[in-house]
């Protein structure tokens, strides 16, 4: 979506030549199984998680990888699989020479799970940042993305962006855009979700709380209860809603 209107100005104007894949904007989640007991009664689950450049869709290999005391890096194909605790929220650290710092906060249930998501290049921001006429400002968080999508993480077998979900922080930003694929740019400027994810840009650093106003059917539930956003990283959040 996004990154497909992107593509596109950015062939017109002879600023990249990358070709998009047939990814969504915030990658894809699937349930692979049934969590497993691996010893000292903590139930985990396998987390297989991919990590794709923004703009050209190719894998990141060799990102480090963190969730709390355990670290892992990615394969040839973006790959780190993590035994993860079941039914907990977690933070996925990541850092990479070329790319900023970046944070991944979501909920995990009890059974395995495959995704991908999207890791922007330093480049890649400093350019998306240009066509949008936005300054990147290094003492502020540099986008802080909330994805929401329908499906039950403790037992999912498929997902779908949620639209309609209005969004509002209690810290400082430049600007909210939501993904928007009848916009020429990929986005529109607002805080509600139009069916992908919703960016705020240069958001003020320290803990930020959320409230989610969903459309009338739905409710979200698995929103983390505490985000750091720290000066001049990525973070991405994504929430889990379910219909009434």
């Known amino acids: 979506m996004i990154r497909h209107a992107l593509l596109a100005l950015l062939a ?35 987390f297989t998680f991919q990590l794709l450049e923004f703009l050209s869709g190719d894998p990141v290999a060799g990102v480090a990888l963190t969730v709390g005391d355990d670290t892992y890096t990615s394969d040839d194909d973006g790959i780190a699989e993590m035994a993860l605790p079941s039914e907990s929220y977690v933070q996925i650290d990541a850092t990479h020479d070329g790319f900023p710092a970046a944070h991944y906060y979501r ?44 499906c039950d993480p403790t037992d999912a077998t498929s997902c779908y962006f949620l639209e309609g979900l209005a969004i509002t922080l209690d810290l400082g930003y430049q600007v909210a855009l939501a993904e928007d694929s009848s916009q020429a740019t990929g986005f529109s400027v607002t805080n509600e979700s139009m069916g992908g994810s919703v960016l705020f840009v240069n958001v003020d650093p320290g803990t930020v709380n959320a409230t989610l106003t969903p459309p009338s059917g739905y409710s979200c539930d698995y929103m983390p209860p505490e985000v750091e956003v720290v000066a001049s990283h990525y973070h991405e959040v994504t929430v889990f809603c379910s219909e009434d």
């Open 12 to 46: 017109l104007t002879a600023c990249n030549n990358t070709t998009p894949d047939t990814g969504s904007a915030a990658g894809d989640d699937t349930a692979t199984g049934t969590g497993d007991d691996t010893g000292d009664d903590i139930e985990t689950i396998t």
């Open 107 to 150: 909920y995990v249930g009890s059974v395995d799970w495959g995704t991908d998501r999207y890791y922007p290049s330093d480049a890649t921001l400093e350019l998306m940042a240009g066509m949008l006429g936005l300054t990147p400002d290094t003492s502020k968080g540099q986008v802080l993305g909330i994805t929401p999508l329908v």
